[in-house]
């Protein structure tokens, strides 16, 4: 099992970011899909999950409304648009399957940041 996160950066409050998470080694239309960060001195938290056809999502309150999962089942990616970036968005994302898998990618940094 394998993630690979990318699309993150450096970026101002208010733009938009999209990251992308290439995953192998399992039946990826077959697992929930999910997004989480990490920012510093914090314990990792869940920020979005899409079920396996990409018709159901959920998100934090924190990311509600500013954030948009979604999946390429065909490309074994899935997908987080985030718009309206605020500082409190900077950290590592990443993402995994449901159940989580001991598995975790290297993560794509994002800042937020004037």
């Known amino acids: 099992v394998r993630f690979v996160e990318s699309g993150g950066g450096l970026v101002q409050p208010g733009v938009s970011l999209r990251l992308s998470c290439g995953a192998s080694?399992?039946?990826?239309?077959?697992?929930?899909m999910t997004w989480y960060r990490q920012a510093p001195g914090k314990e990792r938290e869940l920020v979005a999950h899409?079920?396996?056809?990409?018709?159901?999502?959920d998100y934090a309150d924190s990311v509600k409304g500013r954030f948009t999962i979604s999946r390429d089942n065909a490309k074994n990616t899935v997908y987080l648009q985030m718009n309206s970036l605020k500082p409190e968005d900077t950290a590592i994302y990443y993402c995994?399957?449901?159940?989580?898998?001991?598995?975790w990618g290297q993560g794509t940094q994002v800042t937020v940041s004037s």
């Open positions: 995994n399957r449901r159940p989580v898998t001991a598995y």
């Open positions: 080694g399992f039946t990826f239309g077959w697992y929930v």
């Open positions: 899409i079920g396996r056809a990409g018709a159901s999502t």
